[in-house]
Nanobody, 123 residues
């Protein structure tokens, strides 16, 4: 399975962006999809995750109320809608696939990484 992320770009503070992650195919071993981000000089951090089969979404604290993760199962695609963006949201955003079922998604839980897509929020 390969993951293709897209949708990053430059946006003003307060604006919105929608990221898309398309998986090349479905997989019986991948139960959840998620997004991580990595700002310059920082460690990669969890943003949000969603299972393929349920709607039990999980969000990092900074994402709650502003970001929405969703998925389109027939298209093997996951989205991250980001609203009220702030300059501190500037980072490379990575799509991730995991065989875990529940709980916060750690980088160690990720089985497949997509390439990153850069999000830049100007003040």
């Amino acid at each position: 399975v390969q993951l293709q992320a897209s949708g990053g770009g430059l946006v003003q503070s307060g604006g919105s962006l929608r990221l898309t992650c398309a998986a090349s195919r479905g997989s019986s071993t991948i139960h959840r999809m998620g997004w991580f981000r990595q700002a310059p000089g920082e460690e990669r951090e969890f943003v949000a995750a969603i299972p393929w089969l349920t709607s039990s979404t999980v969000y990092a604290e900074f994402a709650k109320g502003r970001f929405v993760i969703s998925r389109d199962r027939p298209r093997n695609t996951v989205y991250l809608e980001m609203n009220s963006l702030k300059p501190e949201d500037t980072a490379v955003y990575y799509c991730a696939a995991s065989g875990t079922w529940v709980g916060p998604l750690r980088t160690a839980d990720v089985d497949i990484w997509g390439q990153g897509t850069l999000v830049t929020v100007s003040s």
